[in-house]
């Protein structure tokens, strides 16, 4: 009878487990992205709205491009003048949407370059079932990049990268490939897919979350079709050649700033710059509360690493 009962006691465990790791999967997987949520949360937390963040925009024109897995990436391109001398790509992050990474613009305000935007696969207006945390999405990045250089007509190294957080992680795992572009600036992103997933489930669960973590990540890769294991920054910076700005404020609560820490010790220190910033800023709010100390550092760091992109540098 004893045996019985545990037996039927592991078996429910068994069972309470496959589930609580069955759907902590799906919330690994399946991002909430929408044009609405995007519009909120500029209005909550950028001091504007949407419609206003565009009236500086310059002209743009939808685009789409076909991923190796034959999914549709939507986005927007933005053309800045006639004589335009580069391009700058701008993957987004989590749960977000093209339009979120209108706050990095007028960063750019110094140089002569086009906007591209895009939705990431399974986010916005895209294609796609799931998301995989960089993977797929880094070689998605690489069809955007290969588009604009055939369309486009610009070098290689006339195209920029900057990511905000999840979109960080996916240009620096991209930049770790065999090509390269002009420049790569990384704001707020992950070490690895496990510290993006369990730093943020712990604050939401408490530590017991660990328990179920290897379960959960399993069940990521079963049901994507992936190496979980391959989302991991802190592993592939060895290998980027391109200059690298890496910004993260230590007043980060979603993130841990500690990530880029880790993963700027593996960056080649003759290319690559770590501003781990002391504004009191929350997670990618850095670009929003501090808007002209952030524009420098990227100005600095592009006269330093690539002055092609900015005018005064043509």
Known sequence: MLKRVLLALA???LVIYSFVCWSLSGRVLFPNSSIEKTKSTIARYWGTTYEASLENMPSSTDFAVETRDGLTLNGKYYTTSDSSTCA????????????DMLKYV?????CNCDYVMYDHRAHGNSEGTYATGGIKEADDLWKITD???????FEYSNIGWIGSSWG???????????????FV????PFQDWNSAVFERAIKDYGKGINLIAPGVMQLVSFRAGIDHEENS??????????PVLLIHSKGDKQTSSTQSLNISRNLNPATSQFY?????????MDVINNKEEYRQYVNDFLSKNAPQFLRSGD
């Open 88 to 99: 700058i790509i701008f993957p987004h992050g989590w749960g977000a949407i093209w339009a």
């Open 185 to 188: 600036i990384a704001d707020s």
């Open 106 to 110: 007028p960063v750019f305000s110094d």
């Open 168 to 182: 960080a992680a996916t240009a620096l795992i991209a930049a770790s490939g065999s090509k390269n572009v002009g």
């Open 276 to 284: 781990h910033t002391e504004w009191g800023n929350d997670h990618v």
């Open 233 to 242: 920054p802190i592993n592939k910076a060895s290998g980027i050649d391109e």
């Open 147 to 153: 588009w604009v250089t055939e369309t486009k007509k």
């Open 11 to 13: 078996i429910l465990i």
